[in-house]
Protein backbone atom coordinates (compact mmCIF):
# COMPACT_ATOMS: atom_id res chain seq x y z
CA UNK A 1 0.00 0.00 0.00
CA UNK A 2 1.09 3.15 -0.59
CA UNK A 3 -0.19 6.07 1.41
CA UNK A 4 -0.40 10.25 0.15
CA UNK A 5 -1.62 12.97 2.20
CA UNK A 6 -2.71 16.04 1.65
CA UNK A 7 -3.39 18.94 4.02
CA UNK A 8 -6.90 20.54 4.04
CA UNK A 9 -9.01 23.17 5.22
CA UNK A 10 -12.38 22.02 6.09
CA UNK A 11 -15.46 23.10 4.95
CA UNK A 12 -17.48 22.89 8.04
CA UNK A 13 -20.24 25.81 7.88
CA UNK A 14 -23.05 26.05 4.94
CA UNK A 15 -21.08 29.55 4.34
CA UNK A 16 -17.68 27.64 4.01
CA UNK A 17 -19.10 25.38 1.73
CA UNK A 18 -20.70 28.05 -0.16
CA UNK A 19 -17.67 29.46 -0.88
CA UNK A 20 -15.51 26.74 -1.15
CA UNK A 21 -12.12 27.93 -3.09
CA UNK A 22 -14.21 30.93 -4.81
CA UNK A 23 -11.79 34.35 -5.23
CA UNK A 24 -8.78 32.67 -4.40
CA UNK A 25 -5.67 33.45 -6.03
CA UNK A 26 -3.58 30.44 -5.43
CA UNK A 27 -3.49 27.40 -3.61
CA UNK A 28 -0.38 26.23 -2.40
CA UNK A 29 0.83 22.67 -3.88
CA UNK A 30 -0.24 19.99 -0.93
CA UNK A 31 -2.95 21.53 0.02
CA UNK A 32 -7.06 21.52 -0.10
CA UNK A 33 -10.23 21.76 0.90
CA UNK A 34 -12.26 18.87 2.46
CA UNK A 35 -16.59 19.14 2.28
CA UNK A 36 -18.24 16.72 4.42
CA UNK A 37 -22.29 16.53 4.12
CA UNK A 38 -24.69 15.16 6.44
CA UNK A 39 -26.08 12.52 4.45
CA UNK A 40 -25.28 10.50 1.18
CA UNK A 41 -26.21 12.42 -2.09
CA UNK A 42 -25.29 13.10 -5.67
CA UNK A 43 -23.03 16.08 -4.77
CA UNK A 44 -22.34 18.85 -7.89
CA UNK A 45 -19.98 21.79 -7.86
CA UNK A 46 -18.92 24.34 -10.30
CA UNK A 47 -16.13 26.66 -11.06
CA UNK A 48 -18.25 30.04 -10.80
CA UNK A 49 -15.83 32.63 -9.13
CA UNK A 50 -12.77 30.57 -9.22
CA UNK A 51 -9.21 31.51 -10.10
CA UNK A 52 -7.66 28.37 -9.95
CA UNK A 53 -7.76 24.99 -11.79
CA UNK A 54 -8.99 22.20 -9.50
CA UNK A 55 -9.76 18.19 -9.57
CA UNK A 56 -12.64 17.34 -7.23
CA UNK A 57 -12.75 13.63 -5.58
CA UNK A 58 -15.59 12.46 -4.47
CA UNK A 59 -15.89 9.84 -1.89
CA UNK A 60 -18.78 7.73 -0.86
CA UNK A 61 -20.09 6.67 2.59
CA UNK A 62 -17.11 4.02 2.87
CA UNK A 63 -14.55 6.65 1.88
CA UNK A 64 -13.29 5.09 -0.56
CA UNK A 65 -13.36 7.42 -4.11
CA UNK A 66 -15.95 7.16 -6.35
CA UNK A 67 -14.69 9.84 -9.07
CA UNK A 68 -12.24 12.27 -9.48
CA UNK A 69 -13.18 14.99 -12.12
CA UNK A 70 -11.77 18.61 -13.40
CA UNK A 71 -13.11 21.83 -12.52
CA UNK A 72 -12.55 24.64 -14.80
CA UNK A 73 -11.87 28.33 -13.75
CA UNK A 74 -15.25 30.68 -14.13
CA UNK A 75 -16.76 27.62 -15.82
CA UNK A 76 -20.89 26.82 -14.83
CA UNK A 77 -20.77 23.37 -15.83
CA UNK A 78 -22.19 20.99 -12.82
CA UNK A 79 -19.53 18.38 -12.03
CA UNK A 80 -21.01 15.73 -10.16
CA UNK A 81 -20.40 12.69 -8.70
CA UNK A 82 -21.81 9.81 -10.30
CA UNK A 83 -23.09 7.88 -7.40
CA UNK A 84 -23.94 9.48 -3.83
CA UNK A 85 -21.03 10.37 -1.42
CA UNK A 86 -20.28 12.19 1.28
CA UNK A 87 -17.36 14.20 0.95
CA UNK A 88 -15.66 16.27 -1.72
CA UNK A 89 -12.02 17.13 -2.00
CA UNK A 90 -10.58 19.97 -4.03
CA UNK A 91 -6.97 20.28 -4.99
CA UNK A 92 -4.68 22.16 -7.87
CA UNK A 93 -5.64 20.70 -11.21
CA UNK A 94 -3.20 17.22 -11.53
CA UNK A 95 -3.03 16.99 -7.69
CA UNK A 96 -4.49 13.65 -7.89
CA UNK A 97 -2.70 12.08 -10.87
CA UNK A 98 0.93 12.84 -10.15
CA UNK A 99 0.35 11.07 -6.72
CA UNK A 100 -1.40 8.05 -8.16
CA UNK A 101 -4.63 8.20 -6.78
CA UNK A 102 -7.59 6.96 -8.43
CA UNK A 103 -11.37 5.39 -8.32
CA UNK A 104 -11.18 3.02 -5.63
CA UNK A 105 -8.39 4.33 -3.61
CA UNK A 106 -9.01 5.15 0.23
CA UNK A 107 -9.75 8.20 2.37
CA UNK A 108 -8.89 8.52 5.93
CA UNK A 109 -9.22 12.17 7.42
CA UNK A 110 -7.08 13.11 10.05
CA UNK A 111 -7.37 16.04 12.95
CA UNK A 112 -5.32 15.27 15.90
CA UNK A 113 -6.35 17.60 19.48
CA UNK A 114 -2.88 19.46 19.09
CA UNK A 115 -4.28 22.22 16.67
CA UNK A 116 -2.14 20.93 13.88
CA UNK A 117 -3.49 21.27 10.49
CA UNK A 118 -6.49 18.62 8.87
CA UNK A 119 -4.97 16.01 6.75
CA UNK A 120 -6.78 13.78 4.50
CA UNK A 121 -4.97 10.69 4.08
CA UNK A 122 -5.39 8.64 0.55
CA UNK A 123 -4.63 4.98 0.98
CA UNK A 124 -3.88 3.37 -2.63
CA UNK A 125 -3.10 -0.38 -3.33
CA UNK A 126 -0.10 -0.86 -4.98
CA UNK A 127 0.14 -4.32 -3.86
CA UNK A 128 0.42 -7.05 -7.50
CA UNK A 129 -2.64 -9.59 -7.05
CA UNK A 130 -2.43 -13.31 -8.31
CA UNK A 131 -5.99 -15.46 -8.62
CA UNK A 132 -6.26 -18.53 -7.22
CA UNK A 133 -8.81 -20.46 -9.39
CA UNK A 134 -9.72 -23.93 -8.53
CA UNK A 135 -12.63 -25.35 -10.94
CA UNK A 136 -16.62 -24.49 -10.03
CA UNK A 137 -15.07 -21.99 -7.61
CA UNK A 138 -15.00 -18.29 -6.89
CA UNK A 139 -11.81 -16.24 -7.69
CA UNK A 140 -9.87 -15.17 -4.62
CA UNK A 141 -7.77 -12.01 -4.91
CA UNK A 142 -4.89 -12.27 -2.16
CA UNK A 143 -1.81 -10.21 -2.43
CA UNK A 144 1.73 -11.54 -4.02
CA UNK A 145 3.70 -11.49 -1.62
CA UNK A 146 0.55 -12.63 1.28
CA UNK A 147 0.67 -16.00 -1.02
CA UNK A 148 4.26 -16.56 -1.89
CA UNK A 149 4.91 -16.37 1.94
CA UNK A 150 1.75 -18.65 3.06
CA UNK A 151 2.11 -22.32 3.06
CA UNK A 152 0.15 -22.85 -0.51
CA UNK A 153 3.11 -22.85 -2.20
CA UNK A 154 2.37 -26.11 -3.66
CA UNK A 155 -0.77 -24.57 -5.93
CA UNK A 156 0.93 -21.97 -7.02
CA UNK A 157 0.32 -23.89 -10.55
CA UNK A 158 -3.39 -22.44 -10.13
CA UNK A 159 -2.24 -19.10 -10.27
CA UNK A 160 -2.65 -16.81 -13.06
CA UNK A 161 -1.67 -13.12 -13.36
CA UNK A 162 -4.71 -10.49 -13.67
CA UNK A 163 -2.98 -9.00 -16.76
CA UNK A 164 -2.23 -12.06 -18.44
CA UNK A 165 -5.64 -13.14 -18.14
CA UNK A 166 -7.04 -10.12 -19.42
CA UNK A 167 -4.77 -10.08 -22.60
CA UNK A 168 -5.24 -13.55 -23.01
CA UNK A 169 -9.12 -12.87 -23.25
CA UNK A 170 -8.31 -10.38 -25.50
CA UNK A 171 -6.76 -12.93 -27.88
CA UNK A 172 -9.18 -14.84 -27.83
CA UNK A 173 -11.55 -12.50 -29.54
Given at each position: ?48 N ?47 K ?44 I?R ?29
Open positions: YKIKFLNIEVADSPYKIQRGLMFRGKLPDNNGMLFSFPKEDVLSFWGMTHIPLDIAFVNNSKAIDSIQRIKPHDLTAVKSSKSCLYAIEANEGWFRNDISNGDFVEIFNDSLGNRPKVFFITNTVSTKTAQVEDQDLDIPDEFFNSDNIEDSDLLADNEDFDSELDQET
